[in-house]
């Protein structure tokens, strides 16, 4: 850094430094400013510029212009005090302005200058309550962690004056810190210094302002991206820090979303409100802000609404769009989402509504459902049930069930099947089905003399298949005699 080296400068002469400069230095330890004031007026009072150099006239304090102004420098720096911008201020300006071009007095320029740049930002820290002493803008750029510290510290002491800043006090915000990184930080990413502003004005609720900087300035523009995470995270902040669904913190976070409405990250952040706050209060569901945070996976809201009065389940739409709302928007979420529900029909003996899921369910492939699709299959009669729908649910379990239901399952199999085949011959002879009840693991329980005779009515049935049309009439009489044992009545042709 240029001050660093301007500072080593009068460092290498300092076993040269006068009596006066040595007191005057101590003086300065001691936060004697004022006296260290009246010694540079004193002595720069009675400088005189001859041919483009300035020299001293008989009573003399310093041995020339550049020891007084190095000498005051050092003064200013070695203050330890935040109050004495106005006595810093007034020793710079009765310095002697240097005329000569050499090195070392062109770095001395440099050094002074940089000084009062440093008064004007100390100045600044002290009017936004976090002083800082001289010495410590010589160190700054070797801590650049504690210089954002102080900047976030300064926007939160901002943000919590009462009365809240007007449009204009921010206004005026925005261009100090533009004059603390130009005069004392300049390592700071101009950048940052936005988004760190922008973050305090959606903090105070100046979200219409914050719209206008968001898109950048005439000096700096910010990324898409990060104004949207900006927005998020203050969003988050007021949502998270909520105490109840009614309190003023929900709206500011609706309004902070609502400065990227358009943005799907956003959207999402605002769906999750939209959820908590009006949805699952609709299915009698109540989940304040901090439960959420706590909540690792959505679908614990989610099945807490299915369960959480009675009747809950039957509000499938409802339930399936919270689902969404939370982020639960894949195939395979919405598919758990179902199967919870399925499981709570079934539960409350709502089997209709769980066989119509289930169907949906196995249409998907979803094989977690494998266990209540058996049940069903083998359950009672419901609507819009036949044989082919339990065929299809019982088929799903085997493709997915464990290896401890496969024999069970398989059996189950066997007679379902055999009663499908049972009625596609009584539907092609016009006899009418018998009534097979349930029982057991199985769907289908025959009278132990009539499985021989199904077994016989499939081997027809096979053959018929097979032959004219001649011999098919004989085959069909046998069909008819045994379907007409089957059904328990005396089959008459015509």
Not at 117 to 129: K, M, N
Not at 257 to 279: C, F, H, Q, R
Not at 309 to 324: C, F, M, P, R, T
Not at 430 to 435: A, F, I, R, V
Request: net charge negative; aromatic share 8%.
């Amino acid at each position: 850094m240029a001050h660093e080296s301007c500072y080593h400068v009068s460092a290498d002469s300092k076993n040269d430094e006068s009596f006066l400069v040595r007191w005057m230095k101590e003086i300065a330890l001691e936060n004697k400013l004022d006296i260290c004031l009246t010694v540079i007026e004193e002595a720069c009072r009675d400088m005189v510029v001859e041919e483009g150099w300035t020299d001293f006239q008989s009573n003399v304090f310093f041995k020339d212009e550049v020891e007084a102004v190095d000498c005051a420098l050092q003064c200013i720096y070695m203050c330890t005090v935040t109050d004495k911008w106005s006595t810093m201020a007034a020793i710079l300006s009765k310095l002697p302005q240097i005329q000569d071009t050499e090195t070392r007095v062109e770095g001395l320029k440099r050094r002074r200058k940089l000084a009062e740049g440093h008064i004007e930002v100390g100045r600044l820290l002290e009017f936004y309550q976090v002083p800082k002493a001289m010495n410590f803008f010589l160190e700054a750029h070797s801590d650049g962690k504690g210089v954002k510290q102080i900047l976030r510290l300064i926007l939160s002491k901002f943000v919590r004056r009462q009365p809240s800043r007007s449009d204009n006090d921010w206004a005026n915000m925005w261009r100090d810190m533009q004059c603390l990184r130009e005069k004392a930080f300049p390592f700071l990413d101009l950048e940052y210094m936005l988004m760190e502003f922008c973050r305090g004005l959606l903090k105070a609720g100046k979200f219409s302002l914050a719209r206008n900087y968001l898109k950048g300035t005439s000096s700096v523009a910010l990324a898409l991206e990060k104004a949207e995470n900006l927005v998020i995270q203050a969003a988050r902040e007021y949502f998270f820090s909520a105490s109840s669904l009614s309190c003023p913190e929900i709206w500011k976070a609706r309004e902070c979303l609502n400065l990227y409405p358009s943005s799907g990250n956003v959207k999402a952040e605002a769906d999750v409100i939209d959820a908590l706050t009006v949805k699952l209060p609709n299915l009698g569901v109540t989940v304040l802000p901090m439960q959420f945070r706590q909540i690792k996976d959505p679908m614990e809201i989610v099945k807490m609404a299915i369960t959480s009065q009675s009747g809950a389940y039957l509000h499938v739409d409802e339930l399936i769009e919270v689902a969404k709302l939370l982020g639960l928007s894949s195939p395979e979420d919405i598919s758990a989402v179902e199967e919870a529900i399925a499981r709570e029909a079934a539960v409350a003996g709502d089997l209709q509504l769980a066989f119509d899921l289930c169907l949906v369910l196995a249409k998907k492939g979803h094989g977690l459902i494998w266990d209540l699709c058996a049940a069903i299959a083998r359950g009672p009669a419901l609507e819009n049930m036949d044989i082919s729908s339990r065929t299809q649910l019982l088929g799903f379990a085997l493709s997915h069930c464990d290896e401890e239901s496969i024999g069970e399952l398989l059996h189950a199999w066997k007679d379902l099947d055999m009663q499908g085949q049972c009625e596609t011959l009584m539907m092609l002879t016009g006899t009418t089905s018998p009534k097979f009840s349930v029982q057991g693991s199985s769907i289908i329980s025959y009278p132990s003399h009539s499985i021989q005779d199904i077994v016989h009515l499939k081997d027809c049935f096979e053959q018929v298949q097979g032959i004219g049309s001649d011999d098919q009439e004989v085959h069909f009489e046998k069909i008819k005699d045994i379907l007409s044992v089957l059904v328990g009545e005396k089959w008459f042709c015509p």
